[in-house]
Structure formats: structure tokens, C-alpha cells
């Protein structure tokens, strides 16, 4: 059920406090693999299978669009089917508000969680989608210009996500990037177009590495699930992200 095993392993107190701290909703990339499927339980009928595309996700909740010849009610039981890669999960809920098309229909859904589990898999399907979305500009007179020869701009978000650019001048090429996720770090620069990845436990060394702080060294048993986590973040990166920077990271998602 899980979308990750080694890493995103929240416990429930964490859970919890996600929860209570995360209410917002985030946009949903257009590129992001994301398959969905309504299941509207209506009285006495048989179950409707409909299936939708997520257009935005909040820690308890999500909209989903749908055909434009669809209905549904508030407050209608429903389940939502979401697949991701070889992942399957599904999750019990309500309809909270419904709009109909065209050109299509719109449908906001009240998720619940009664069993742990599905719960904490939904968090890490969520994060995915927060820490690419919540990326917002840093002042430039907040960004510390600490590489000779590079310039460098940053994007900060949400849950400790901070995407670093470095490029040969102001608005110039980029030369290599730095996209904390929580505690995962991937790094890419154009002379070697290989993801690298790394976990805030292996910090060793912040002077250490071609890149400022921190400097970190590669863990391998983990190395797989940290490039997924990329992989699935880069396409739900905010529209605010610069063309040139959104292309770069991708060539760098497997």
C-alpha cells in the first residue's frame, strides 16, 4: 500500500501533526502520473466507476475532474482509486461539493481515514505533490552568493523544501541544482547527467563537494526510493518555477 518504504516513513504521531499543520491545497502537475478513479456509492445502486483527473490535493481532501455528462450529490459516499506506477491505494470518503460541466464536470471530495495505514500512504502521496507546488522564490537579497562564478537562485516551499540553482550568470545557463525534499537531497549539473541523491543522515562535511553546504554522501540502500521521490516531484513543480529550470531537473527524472 505504501508509495515508499524506506523513506517517508511517518509515524502517527507525525502523521497527526501533518494534519493539523498542513490545510492548504496544492496543484497537481499536468505531467504528474497520477491516475484516478471515482467510485460514487449512491443508495440502493450499483457502484459508478468514473474515471478523473486530479487537479488538486489538500492533506483531507481532493477535486477531481470528470466527463461533463457526470453527476453526483453532496454528501454522497464515494471512494477514490488512486495509481501510481505499481502502487494502488484507496480511500473512503464523501462527496463535499459537486459542479457540473461543461466542459467538465468538477467534484470535491471529503477524504477518511479509518485505518492507519492508508492514512500515512496518502501523506506520502501528498508530499509528493507539496514540495514541488509550494516552491515560491526567494528574495534575492535573502540568497547567499557563496560560489565563485556561479550564481545562484533559490526557491523555498513548504516542508523544508528548497530547490538551489546554480548558473553561470544572472538569467545565464545553469550549471547544476540542489532540490532538498524534507530530508533528501538530489543534485544534477550539466556535466554529468546523473541524479545524485543523498539523505540529511550522511552529512559528513559542509565544506566538503564542488556545491556549498551541506555535503553529503551517497546512501545507496535508500538511493532507489529518493530518486522515485524526485522523479514524482519534478512535474508538480509550481508554475512560478522558470521554464529553463522545470527542463533541467526533468532530464535528470528517470
Known amino acids: 500500500m505504501s508509495f515508499f518504504r524506506s523513506i517517508l516513513d511517518f509515524k502517527r504521531d507525525t502523521v497527526n501533526q501533518r494534519e493539523q ?12 502520473p497520477l ?15 468514473l474515471a478523473g483527473v486530479i487537479t ?3 492533506i483531507t481532501g481532493a477535486n477531481v475532474q ?7 450529490m453532496r454528501g454522497e459516499r464515494c471512494s477514490l482509486r488512486l495509481v501510481l506506477g505499481p502502487h494502488n491505494l484507496v480511500i473512503d470518503g464523501t ?19 479509518d485505518e492507519f495505514n492508508t492514512q ?9 505533490v507539496v514540495l514541488g507546488a509550494s516552491l515560491t522564490p526567494a528574495p534575492a537579497e535573502l540568497v547567499r552568493q557563496d560560489a565563485p562564478g556561479e550564481h545562484k537562485e533559490q526557491y523555498r516551499g ?15 545557463a545553469i550549471n547544476g541544482f540542489e532540490f532538498r525534499m524534507l530530508n533528501y537531497f538530489a543534485r544534477g549539473n550539466k556535466l554529468r547527467p546523473v541524479l545524485e541523491v543523498y539523505s540529511q543522515e550522511e ?10 553546504a551541506p555535503a553529503l554522501h551517497s546512501l545507496r540502500e535508500r538511493s532507489n526510493e529518493i530518486q522515485q521521490l524526485y522523479a514524482w516531484t519534478v512535474p508538480n513543480l509550481a508554475p512560478v518555477i522558470p521554464a529553463d529550470v522545470r527542463a533541467f531537473l526533468g532530464k535528470f527524472a528517470r
Open 203 to 212: 552529512v559528513k562535511d559542509e565544506h566538503k563537494a564542488h556545491y556549498p
Open 120 to 128: 500515512k500512504a496518502y501523506q506520502q502521496l501528498f508530499e509528493t
Open 66 to 72: 470528470l466527463a461533463p455528462d457526470v453527476t453526483a
Open 95 to 113: 462527496v463535499a461539493h459537486f459542479r457540473a460541466g461543461p466542459p467538465h464536470a468538477s467534484c470535491g471530495l471529503a477524504l477518511r481515514f
Open 158 to 172: 513548504d516542508e523544508e523544501a528548497q530547490l538551489t540553482v546554480w548558473r553561470a550568470a544572472p538569467g545565464g
Open 56 to 58: 488538486d490535493l489538500s
Open 35 to 49: 491516475q484516478a478513479t471515482l467510485i460514487l456509492l449512491g443508495p440502493g445502486g450499483k457502484p459508478r466507476e
Open 21 to 32: 499543520r498542513l490545510s492548504q491545497r496544492y496543484n497537481v502537475g499536468a505531467g504528474f
